[in-house]
């Protein structure tokens, strides 16, 4: 899992040592070899029932190969046609621009995961608060 050290350690370095770092120079030297979760448009699929619209987000997962200016090269995972099995082995090319947000999938959850009810606001404020008291 990377932490908020390694994050932080990398953009001291974009900022002291290089003119500029892209998002996917960042996730590539903090995320390399490490599955993520990536998040790249609002859906993809529009499932409809007779009474309801149920919405699948655009989202990808696979290991964080390198990356270089604007370019994320993933190893995606995906489904085989013909087994019907999720595996890996799909390298896709990805432009930084696309994601609108990424995250480590390993125990802390997903990105489903961060996406908080409005109507638990007040259960928000006192985790929160307990946070802050310690």
């Known amino acids: 899992m990377a932490t908020e050290k390694e994050f932080v350690d990398a953009l001291d370095q974009a900022r002291t040592f290089e003119k500029r770092s892209s998002m996917a120079e960042i996730v590539?030297?903090?995320l390399k070899g490490r599955i993520v979760e990536i998040y790249v448009g609002d859906t993809f699929e529009?499932?409809?029932?007779?009474?309801?619209t149920s919405k699948s987000a655009s989202v990808l997962v696979g290991r964080v190969i390198d990356a270089y200016a604007e370019l994320i090269v993933l190893d995606c995972a995906y489904t085989d046609q013909l087994t019907r099995k999720l595996q890996f082995g799909n390298i896709i090319c990805l432009n930084e621009r696309s994601i609108r947000f990424l995250t480590e999938i390993d125990e802390k959850g997903m990105l489903r995961d961060t996406f908080i009810n409005t109507r638990d606001g007040k259960l928000l404020k006192d985790f929160l608060m307990k946070q802050k008291n310690g």
Do not use: P, Q
């Open 46 to 52: 529009d499932i409809k029932y007779d009474d309801c």
């Open 28 to 30: 590539g030297r903090t």
